[in-house]
């Protein structure tokens, strides 16, 4: 691709790529033109996620090369500065890349990018910017600028994930809207081999507004997919739980799928969903969502005041469920772990409460071969769910 080597910044309007653009009509959107706080908080999201994919990807002694791709990336640089999820995404290979791969005697897998908008104004100004901003270099793996249209991309996508030998794809879905998005895009980018991931962006004020007045068609078909019904749903919040649940019925047992949500100071509530064929890649994306927000275990609310602490209030939930479940029958730590990650809680949470309950002498615990049971100890990790997933059972008693 041709660039220029000036730097230059993006007017979403008039796509000049001149800061001071007075083309700008008042109808413009301000989020086409600055990076708002929401999708900062989005952007922190896919960068935190990036950075610990990265560095497990990067330390399982098998991949040799990691796909990102960006397929709504916008100009990766706004107005306001705000850097978008390309240039997040660099900045992370990049310092993956010195920080640890490039110190290492073993071969590491290689990062390719791809980046895609179908605006090409916005690919050039991308590329402009990272070539001034040295953010990528061949050593790292292949920068792949393009800009065609999602709905080709995604349809080609799957074919190429399912090829793959060691190598593994992180996509990410991050549209203006939902019009191009259907939930069939996501299972056919999981459906390769636990290969895949895939982050999903959506509206949902906007969505949930237009599923109770004037559905249009297109809204209609994606909800009618995922089998929901509108008129059974009080507000947004019962919403996300709808889609996710619709998402989860959709892509079926293999997969996973857990929410994050934003919520701006005009009640403007958005969603990231997470989808991954492999547990372990989703307990990390938990991890990471919990660290920016634990509030309720809903995601990121933001009103000014981000630090939200685990309060004993949100495990409440949890141990509802925990209860049911252990009342029935009793579960494995493997069926535990696994229960604990598909309700978006992490193992620590599910500790807690199984401490409590032990304490309160309620839980009856076996270990499989006889030994003593010690206090505290449920084997709720990864290691344990791999290599000795009937380690413990325990039931209520
Ligand atoms: C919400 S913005 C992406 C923001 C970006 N992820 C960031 O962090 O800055 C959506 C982008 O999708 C692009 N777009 C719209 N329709 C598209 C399509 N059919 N295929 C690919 N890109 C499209 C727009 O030009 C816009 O830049």
Redesign the pocket.
């Known amino acids: 691709m041709q660039t220029e080597t000036k730097s230059f910044l993006a007017c979403a309007t008039c796509h000049s790529r001149n800061v001071t653009c007075k083309l700008k009509p008042m109808s413009t959107k301000k989020s086409q033109i600055n ?1 708002l706080n929401h ?1 900062e908080a989005k ?1 922190k999201l896919f960068g935190d996620y990036i950075q610990k994919y990265l560095n497990i990807i990067c330390n399982d002694k098998y991949t040799k090369s990691i796909h990102i791709f ?7 640089i706004y107005e306001n500065k705000g850097e ?2 390309p240039v997040i995404a660099l900045r992370k290979i990049k310092k993956t890349f010195y920080h640890f791969i490039d110190k290492r005697p073993i071969k590491s897998p290689k990062i390719h990018c791809h980046f ?4 090409q104004e ?1 690919i050039e100004i991308l590329d402009n910017h990272i070539k001034n901003k040295k953010l990528h270099y061949n050593n790292f793996g292949n920068l792949n600028l393009t800009n ?4 080709e991309l995604v349809n080609e996508l799957p074919t190429k994930f399912k090829a793959f030998k060691d190598e593994k794809a992180f996509v ?1 879905i ?3 809207g939902y019009k ?1 998005i259907k939930a069939e895009h996501i299972l056919n980018l999981l459906n390769c081999n636990n290969k895949s991931e895939v982050l999903l962006w959506l509206p949902i004020q906007f969505m949930y507004r237009f599923s109770k007045a004037g559905t249009p068609d297109v809204l209609k078909s994606f909800n009618s997919q995922l089998n929901i019904n509108n008129d059974e749903l009080k507000n947004e919040w019962e919403y996300i739980s709808a889609l996710k649940e619709g998402f989860e019925n959709f892509i079926g047992e293999n997969y996973l799928v857990d929410s994050f949500t934003l919520e701006k100071e005009e009640n403007t509530i958005f969603c990231l969903f997470f989808f991954s064929s492999h547990i372990r890649g989703y307990e990390k994306m938990l991890e990471t969502k919990w660290n920016i927000d634990t509030e309720q275990g809903r995601g990121w609310k933001y009103d000014g005041n981000q630090a939200t602490l685990f309060s004993s209030l949100e495990t409440n939930k949890l141990e509802e469920f925990l209860i049911q479940i252990l009342k029935k029958n009793q579960k494995t730590n493997e069926e535990i772990f696994e229960y604990t990650l598909r309700k978006g809680f992490l193992p620590k949470h599910t500790t807690q409460i199984l401490k409590k309950l032990q304490t309160e002498n309620r839980l009856i615990l076996r270990k499989k071969d006889n030994t003593k049971v010690r206090k505290g100890a449920f084997y709720l990790n990864y290691k344990d769910y791999k290599d000795s997933f009937d380690k413990l059972t325990i039931k209520l008693k």
């Open positions: 990076l999708s952007v960006d397929l709504f990336c916008g100009p990766g978008g999820s895609n908008d179908i605006d916005k065609r249209d999602y709905i990410f991050d549209p203006f191009e």
